[in-house]
């Protein structure tokens, strides 16, 4: 099994550009897909990105994703920050028989 | 817009089974898409517990496997979770979710989620 290491916080100004990484401890990033969650304090979590860089629809241009071989980690970009944005971030990716999610990325917009 | 709304005790006793549903609305089962079962304990992260095809075939977390039960009723439109031998340690927020495209392992939708407690 492998394990998804995430940055435990970010933070950024609102309208600035954001990167949360997503790092693969065995294995290449690149066998399996890999998925981003959006959790606001006190909600369910939203799907933003998932296989590598799909977003489902209703999802704002601004989230993007995208995976490094070199680094063997995943990334999740939010541009154009919003004070709504604030939120725990999760990525997820799986084998043959489990997911595996990160531990999560609490993102503050101040 | 497919909808999502789990339903089920709030509470349980140590050693029982948890039994949640999820209502689906806006989408028939019966025409694809995988679905499943992820929860979270209070503070905690993620953990999936199992996904079901329409047709009933099944993927569970090899961790849970032996206590898991992931059914699906279309005539009801809704997927059911068992967990069977529960201990304080299976408290959480138990989301269902649909799937993304074909696959068992992308949730696209997620539900409100339920809080279940595990105590005597």
């Known amino acids: 099994n492998f394990m998804l290491t995430q940055p435990h916080s970010v933070s950024e100004s609102p309208g600035k550009t954001v990167t949360i990484s997503c790092t693969r401890s065995?294995?290449?990033?690149?066998?399996?897909?890999v998925q981003w969650y959006q959790q606001r304090p006190g909600s369910s979590p939203t799907t933003v990105i998932y296989e590598d860089n799909q977003r489902p629809s209703g999802v704002p241009d601004r989230f993007s994703g995208s995976i490094d071989s070199s680094s063997n980690s995943a990334s999740l970009t939010i541009s154009g920050l919003k004070t709504e944005d604030e939120a725990d971030y999760y990525c997820q990716s799986y084998d043959s028989s489990n997911w595996v999610f990160g531990g999560g990325t609490k993102l503050t917009v101040l | 817009q497919v909808q999502l709304q789990e339903s089920g005790p709030g509470l349980v006793k140590p050693s029982e089974t948890l039994s949640l549903t999820c209502a689906v609305s806006g989408y028939s089962i019966s025409s694809g898409y995988y679905w499943g079962w992820i929860r979270q304990p209070p503070g905690k992260g993620l953990e999936w517990i199992g996904s079901i095809y329409h047709s009933g075939s099944t993927y569970y977390n090899p961790s849970l496997k032996s206590r898991v039960t992931i059914s699906v009723d279309t005539s009801k439109n809704q997927f059911s979770l068992k967990l069977s031998s529960v201990t304080a340690a299976d408290t959480a927020v138990y989301y269902c979710?649909?799937?993304?495209?074909?696959?068992?392992?992308?949730?696209?939708?997620w539900g409100q989620g339920t809080l279940v407690t595990v105590s005597s």
């Open positions: 979710a649909r799937l993304c495209s074909s696959s068992w392992y992308a949730p696209c939708y």
């Open positions: 065995s294995g290449s990033i690149a066998s399996n897909y």
